[in-house]
Nanobody
Framework: QVQLVESGGDSVQPGNSLTLSCVIS????????IGWFRQAPGKEREGVSCFKSEDSDTRYVDSVKGRFTISSDSAKNTVYLHMNSLTPDDTAVYSC??????????????????????WGRGTQVTISS
């Protein structure tokens, strides 16, 4: 079965950077999509970024464009979320999710949580001075 394990969450001051990792296991196909989502207290879950393995397509929510970058290391079965210029508004539990399989003809990867079948438990990111 598909398993995802996040790590890298921390408490840092505004303006700093963090890199989150999502280690993926339990499937052998090379065609998948990974999404990073976040949920702040009292708010709905929000899609932050996604990655499509077959063509390395990526998407970002407007609020993180230019600050966050999603990347993949296939040798390590890991997808990263590099976060720069962090602000208190980025405080949330960050989770990664997988859609397997996800082929090129499916179109762009999705920032909607309903399109993902498998979820990690999340990692806490706190931005505070």
């Amino acid at each position: 079965q598909v398993q995802l394990v996040e790590s890298g969450g921390d408490s840092v001051q505004p303006g700093n950077s963090l890199t989150l990792s999502c280690v993926i296991s339990g499937f052998s196909v090379n065609y998948y999509a990974i999404g990073w989502f976040r949920q702040a207290p009292g708010k709905e879950r929000e899609g932050v970024s996604c990655f499509k393995s077959e063509d390395s397509d990526t998407r970002y929510v407007d609020s993180v464009k230019g600050r966050f970058t999603i990347s993949s290391d296939s040798a390590k079965n890991t997808v990263y979320l590099h976060m720069n210029s962090l602000t208190p508004d980025d405080t949330a539990v960050y989770s990664c999710a997988a859609k397997v399989p996800f082929f090129r003809e499916y179109g762009p990867c999705s920032l909607s949580s309903k399109d993902y079948d498998n979820w990690g438990r999340g990692t806490q990111v706190t931005i505070s001075s």
